[in-house]
């Protein structure tokens, strides 16, 4: 998960600051972007971890299975976000202006 300790911290303590409709779209292009590559990561270490144990060059299963466990998690959260986007989207689609 991707977290921005700088938008924590202005939000704690109510200093919100005007930004353009061009910046909150590269900010959030960029966390977008960040939280993909962060998916495919976990998703692409537990691959490699599992077929290195398939090859036999791995003997501890316990690290692989929580390799795996961790990006099937991190996958899951993912796909519920996206139902959640799209479900929010849908919302103010509906909605009468």
């Known amino acids: 998960m991707i977290t921005n300790p700088t938008f924590k911290q ?3 303590e109510g200093n919100t600051k005007a930004v353009t409709p061009s ?13 993909v590559g962060s998916l495919n990561h976990s998703q692409v270490e537990a691959n490699k971890k599992t077929e ?3 090859r036999g060059e791995v ?8 390799t795996a466990q961790k ?6 959260t993912a796909v519920e976000m996206q139902s959640k986007v799209i479900d929010a989207y849908k ?3 509906r909605m009468q202006v």
């Open 91 to 93: 919302e103010m689609m």
């Open 71 to 76: 990006a099937s998690i991190t996958m899951q």
């Open 10 to 12: 202005q939000f704690a």
């Open 23 to 35: 910046e909150a779209h590269s900010n959030f292009a960029d966390s977008l972007k960040k939280a």
């Open 52 to 54: 290195a144990l398939a």
């Open 59 to 66: 003997n501890d299963l316990h690290d692989v299975m929580v």
